[in-house]
């Protein structure tokens, strides 16, 4: 199928769910009272529902998220100064690989440029703030990319309560895209992925390092932290949801409330924000509410094809390689450009003695995968699955 089709397909596809969903909700006739209420953000904003004094925007923490140290300013000009900036830029990636500077991965590390290069640790955020300082100083093209990586579901309910979006750089230039990532090997382009600006960069910074904060207990630090990301980007639903997760980490349930029924305003298929709500009102024994937010979670949940492919590949890990097609069925209806479903296609059908069909998966799965790393993988567990069909 070519890509133009793919499109036409996949767009037909959202017009019937649209049309479904509107026919679902103009029925709905069991919504709580509560969840119509008024939200007071500037409340929430203030931090008076944990605080004794409001905190101030004054209070608020300004990073030098992009800045260069001298002694970086330093080290870039060395990096073939006559040569033009994508020359330089691969120049000081090619650094990298030889190791002549690291940065080691701590994922509790959401550090400055400045930071970053002196501590030589961080997560996928410092080091894409650190890379996008350097390119842009060598006078490359360089944006913050953000990875729309699928989340994943335990075997009971989603056990995720905070927000982390994998971010990696993108500079652009005459010769095509590259994208640096921490983990190269392990990026996948088939993810959905979008440039966004450096304010919405930005404020991913300060709330990851909010929460970084809230779980080293400082407390009004990481308010501040957050009530800067909110700041920078007032309408974004995963940063109300963060602000959510530090009131009930908190014990301040009705702020937290409050916090992801906003988020749930801005984004009403926010699962995160739907699954802390369940939770939160189902410890207060509130369980109409619970079992109202549970309901909306599930079904959202279920007609998402990352989680049905999870419960596909729970399914086959057991064994069940019926209920593993099924589910991967439902899955590549919904979204059939990802390699892994068809991967799993191909060993289900081939565990249940359908070997043409498992054929054409895994030729679609290889089709798919553009990433060396992936294909050489699947090369190897195909090889395992042949070697023990022989024995």
């Known amino acids: ?3 133009k089709n793919r499109s036409l397909l996949a767009a037909w596809r959202n017009k019937i769910w649209f049309a479904v969903l509107a026919l679902l909700l103009s029925g709905c006739t069991s919504v709580p009272d509560e969840v119509h209420q008024p ?3 500037q409340w929430l904003l203030s931090g008076q529902p944990l605080f004794a004094e409001p905190v101030r925007l004054s209070e608020l923490p300004e990073d030098d998220i992009l800045g260069l140290a001298p002694e970086m300013r330093a080290y870039l000009a060395e990096i073939a100064p006559d040569s033009g900036p994508q020359h330089r830029l691969q120049m000081l990636l090619k650094g990298f690989e030889r190791r002549d500077y690291t940065v080691q991965y701590h994922a509790d590390k959401t550090l400055t440029a400045s930071e970053t290069y002196s501590q030589q640790v961080g997560n996928c955020m410092a080091f894409t703030v650190l890379m996008v300082a350097m390119a842009r100083e060598l006078g490359a093209n360089a944006y913050f990319n953000q990875v729309e990586v699928p989340p994943v579901w335990g075997h009971e309910e989603a056990q995720t309560f905070v927000v982390y979006r994998h971010i990696n750089m993108v500079s652009q230039s005459p ?15 088939v993810y959905d992925q979008r440039k966004i600006s450096d304010t919405e960069a930005f404020a991913q910074y300060y709330s990851n390092r909010g929460l970084e904060l ?12 957050l009530r800067k990301s909110l700041e920078l980007r007032p309408h974004h639903a995963d940063l109300w949801a963060n602000l959510g997760a530090f009131y009930s980490r908190n014990q301040e349930f009705g702020a937290a409330e409050e916090s992801y029924k906003r988020a749930l305003q801005l984004k009403g298929d ?3 924000a739907m699954s802390n709500l369940e939770r939160l009102h189902r410890k207060q024994q509130q369980f109409e509410l619970a079992d109202y937010y549970a309901k909306r979670a599930r079904y959202h949940r279920e007609r998402n094809p990352y ?6 590949r729970a399914a086959y890990e057991e064994g069940d390689y019926k209920s593993a097609k099924s589910q991967l069925r439902r899955a590549i209806w919904r979204y059939e450009d990802d390699h892994r479903f068809h991967f799993l296609m191909g060993l289900t ?18 089709s798919l995968a553009d990433n060396p790393g992936t294909q050489r993988a699947y090369n190897r567990k195909l ?4 070697s023990d069909r022989k024995e």
């Open 307 to 312: 989680y049905l492919y999870y419960q596909a």
């Open 39 to 41: 939200i007071d953000t």
């Open 270 to 272: 926010h699962a995160i």
């Open 214 to 225: 809230m779980q080293q207990g400082e407390m009004r630090d990481a308010f501040r932290y």
């Open 383 to 386: 090889n395992y699955l042949l």
């Open 175 to 189: 010769r095509g895209r590259r994208v640096v990532d921490f983990n190269l090997q392990a990026y996948d382009p």
């Open 1 to 3: 199928m070519t890509g």
């Open 349 to 366: 059908r081939f565990r249940l003695g359908e070997f043409d069909d498992s054929r054409a998966h895994f030729s679609e799965a290889f």
